[in-house]
């Protein structure tokens, strides 16, 4: 069982470079996000899904696209990096509210450098 | 806007003993989840505990406990008898029952224990 999967697990951008962090999952969650955690800050929800075709605006969306074209994937795009999107970025998914399954899955991160 | 709070940034303990790490939120909502998760140096967001709003009863999974206050918007954490593997960055998090994907995540505590 992969859980959560989440590819590159390390980059490194140039300033003005595009980007695109790729989530998957295999648990058939109807619920999928991407968070950004910086030191200090705790996870910050960027984008959220709540199916295929859905997605919708977290609390710091700026510089980032999504899409959700199958149940399973949910990637992250970065259009023009800036150094102020260096930071690990987490996918999670879950359950929709109508289960009693209220965990959050996370892969594994991918830490982001832009220079 | 619903806030998580750490206020221990750090928090050290010694082998078999007991340490509490501290939460507070803030919500005008009834019905929510609150959650701690461990992030050890591999990056990877497990999920150690959860709490139901609507339960008055502390929620336990061996040695770890919580200590839910709903009045006072408290939700501290108990690690008794530490062990080495229970070194992390602890993160608590708050969700309201009817939004699975607005996850709110408190700056995390860093946890050392001491052999």
């Known amino acids: 069982n992969a859980g959560v999967t989440q590819t590159p697990k390390f980059q490194v951008l140039k300033t003005g470079q595009s980007m695109t962090l790729q989530c998957a999952q295999d648990?058939?969650?109807?619920?999928m996000s991407w968070y950004r955690q910086d030191p200090g800050m705790g996870l910050r929800l960027i984008h959220y899904s709540v199916g295929a075709g859905i997605t919708d605006q977290g609390e710091v969306p700026n510089g980032y696209n999504v899409s959700r074209s199958t149940t399973e994937d949910f990637p992250l795009r970065l259009l023009s990096a800036a150094p102020s999107q260096t930071s690990v970025y987490f996918c999670?998914?879950?359950?929709?509210?109508?289960?009693?399954?209220?965990?959050?899955?996370f892969g594994q991160g991918t830490r982001l450098t832009v220079v | 806007a619903q806030t998580v709070t750490q206020s221990q940034p750090e928090m050290s303990v010694q082998e078999a003993e007991t340490v509490t790490l501290s939460c507070t939120y803030d919500?005008?909502?009834?019905?929510?989840?609150l959650f701690w998760y461990k992030q050890p140096p591999s990056r990877q967001m497990i999920l150690v505990i959860r709490q139901e709003a609507y339960k008055q009863q502390n929620a336990t999974e061996n040695r770890f406990s919580v200590n839910f206050q709903k009045a006072a918007k408290s939700f501290s954490l108990k690690i008794s008898d530490s062990q080495l593997g229970d070194a992390a960055m602890y993160f608590c998090a708050y969700r309201f029952l009817y939004n699975n994907n607005d996850m709110r995540f408190g700056a995390g505590t860093r946890l050392t224990v001491k052999p």
């Open positions: 648990m058939n969650h109807e619920y």
């Open positions: 999670a998914s879950s359950y929709s509210m109508q289960s009693t399954n209220t965990e959050a899955f």
């Open positions: 919500t005008s909502e009834s019905d929510y989840y």
